[in-house]
């Protein structure tokens, strides 16, 4: 049977065109009995475009369970939330939310050891390694939420501690106050450009569970270039890298911060280079040679 050229396999009360476009044929349950081949072979194909399966009656199963629900609005107000206070952070500078009475010394280190806390569980939970020893904790679909909580809860910790200088090194007046900030709301806009141009972006680390698991979510093995992209290869990372050297206030702390923070970004480049190879191979090879790593080398894009 074929609709206009599609081959149509019919179950229950859904067709299937093509194992791609569902097409209600009834608003009520189907009333003769559905095999229970025809039933999986239905949920396998539509698990991988609407998410949820079928009963044997045509109605749809919930999707996700209620743990499901509540690890997901956690982590989106974790995420949220975190995000927020480090972007007002990197805008504004220390926000001196609790001030502990430290000395310049002691506090610069409490500073240096909340960085460096936040940088050893990011870089740490997102190495395969650990994901295959934590597989023995979690179920893998919730391994990029519960990265996004960690992350969330020391990001928050590291704004609600961090100590403020009283050395300023450097205050940028006037014009150049304003240019700052002018390079600051640029590289926001070029941020969300990048974001726009990868297409699907899972923030959080959510999929897995909205889809129901990795194993849905294939790994793509073909590399495209658009938007930044085509100037630099990490575009993100260097949006990132001006936002946080847009401070006008140069305090001793905020210094600290910006080192700190770009080596750790320039660090985490190198090292998601060899990721990227492994992924994409000679494609990813020749675009290393024709597009900067992170420093755009002419105002024509390369490709």
Same mark, same amino acid.
């Given at each position: 049977?074929? &609709?206009?050229?599609?081959?149509? %396999?019919? %179950? ?10 569902w097409?209600?044929l009834?608003?009520?349950?189907? &009333?003769a009995p ?8 239905l949920?396998?194909?539509? +698990? ?5 399966p079928l ?5 749809r ?15 989106r107000? !974790? ?6 206070a ?22 610069l280190?409490?500073?240096?050891? !909340? ?6 569980? $990011?870089?740490g ?9 934590? @597989?023995?904790l ?14 969330a809860?020391?990001?928050?910790? !590291? ?7 009283? $050395?300023?090194l ?12 002018? &390079?600051? &709301? ?16 899972? @923030? ?16 793509s093995?073909? !590399?495209?270039? +658009? ?27 905020? %210094?600290?911060f ?11 480049? %190198? ?7 492994a ?19 002419t ?5």
């Open positions: 049977m074929s &609709v206009r050229g599609w081959d149509q %396999v019919a %179950v229950g009360n859904y067709s299937l065109i093509n194992e791609k476009y097409v209600p009834l608003d009520k349950p189907a &009333v559905v095999s229970e081949k025809s039933l999986t072979l949920n396998k194909c539509r +698990s991988l475009h609407m998410g949820s009963t044997k009656g045509g109605q199963k919930s999707a996700l369970a209620p743990r499901d629900y509540a690890i997901i609005t956690l982590t107000f !974790l995420g949220s939330m975190s995000l927020l480090m972007m007002v952070f990197v805008f504004k500078g220390s926000l001196n939310l609790v001030n502990l009475g430290l000395g310049e010394f002691v506090g280190t409490l500073n240096a050891s !909340l960085s460096m806390a936040f940088f050893i569980q $990011h870089s939970m997102i190495r395969r390694s650990f994901r295959q020893w934590s @597989a023995q979690i179920e893998e679909k919730y391994h990029g939420a519960v990265f996004t909580i960690a992350s809860l020391l990001l928050l910790l !590291l704004v609600l501690l961090w100590q403020k200088s009283n $050395h300023t450097y205050a940028a007046e006037g014009a150049i106050r304003w240019l700052f900030r002018a &390079v600051f &709301v640029l590289s926001v806009i070029g941020f969300y450009w990048g974001i726009r141009s990868l297409g699907r972006f899972d @923030a959080y680390g959510l999929l897995p569970i909205l889809k129901g698991g990795p194993g849905s979510i294939p790994a093995s073909h !590399l495209t270039v +658009s938007g930044p992209y085509r100037w630099v290869r990490h575009p993100l990372y260097l949006f990132c890298i001006l936002m946080i050297w847009s401070c006008p206030d140069l305090t001793a702390d905020r %210094v600290l910006n080192l700190l923070w770009s080596g750790w970004i320039f660090i985490g480049t %190198v090292l998601e280079e060899r990721d990227l190879v992924q994409f191979g000679d494609d990813y090879r020749d675009y290393q040679t024709s597009v900067p790593m992170l420093i755009p080398s105002l024509r894009p390369a490709r």
